[in-house]
């Protein structure tokens, strides 16, 4: 799986950190095709992939699953990116959506094994 960031800072991010992560906007259409996963977090305040875009970059990667996390704000990438086929786009509010479900999950978890060590059916052992 490769990787790119959009939006590391050039002049403050660690030589090494900016080379093996960032792509300068410029360049991105050009490099998408080899990378798999693409997080996007400038504060730019235009939208810097539109769904054309994605097209183009989907046809060179013969359709191959390309995951882009935007956690800009403003949103670095178009909405109507997520239906282009085997693009999957996420927002700062799916990936928050996402986090409360794990919550919610875990909260459900710990109350079942609660009741479960409790009704003596499976152990539960505390430090």
Known sequence: MTLVVLGIS???APVGLREQLAIAPRRLIE?????DVVVSSTGCPDTLLHRADLEKVMRARRNRPLVLPDI???RDIAPGAQ?????HLYNIDHLEEIARENVRHRDRS????????I???????TN
């Open 10 to 12: 050039y002049k403050t």
């Open 31 to 35: 490099a998408m095709p080899e990378k």
């Open 72 to 74: 800009a704000v403003p």
């Open 83 to 87: 239906f282009v086929d085997n693009v």
């Open 110 to 117: 710990s109350r079942n094994a609660g009741r479960s060590s």
């Open 119 to 125: 009704s003596g059916r499976t152990p539960c052992w």
